[in-house]
């Protein structure tokens, strides 16, 4: 028989804890976000990949480019149809999903994954906070299809 022993663990561990577990934020659009620091990985939500159905195409921007909260800086085309794809906060795209160009289906397996799309050097992380968590998401997807 396995033995556990519990540890109490003390509240501000717990929000620490807490804290760190959640730093993916979502966009009304259905972008995601997930902050590392000052800079995140962006791209479409798993919600927003399956109602485009497959995706065939992914338009990058170029690395160094910045651009404001909620513009586009890309588009995602599918068999269904064509979506522009728009900023979670300004910033700076530093870096770019280059398997993307040959493979835009890796949004459709893994779209909160290996299927991210820029990451970006957040110019404003004050920003965030006015992003949904996981939580708050889901409930605005379920409010969203009624």
Sequence with gaps: MLSLQTKS???KTLNS?????????YTKSHEWIDVKG???????SVKAAHDLGDIVFVELPNIGETFPKEESYG???SVKAASD?????EG????VNEQLVD????????AEGEG???EIQIANTKEIKELMNEQQYKKFCEEEEH
């Design 9 to 11: 663990v003390s509240k």
């Design 103 to 110: 493979t835009a289906g890796l949004i459709n397996e893994d």
């Design 17 to 25: 804890l807490l804290k760190y577990n959640f730093t993916k934020y």
């Design 38 to 44: 000052n800079k995140g990985k962006s791209g479409i």
């Design 85 to 89: 794809i728009f900023m979670p906060v």
């Design 75 to 77: 588009a995602i085309e």
């Design 92 to 95: 700076e795209i530093v870096s």
């Design 116 to 118: 991210w799309v820029v």
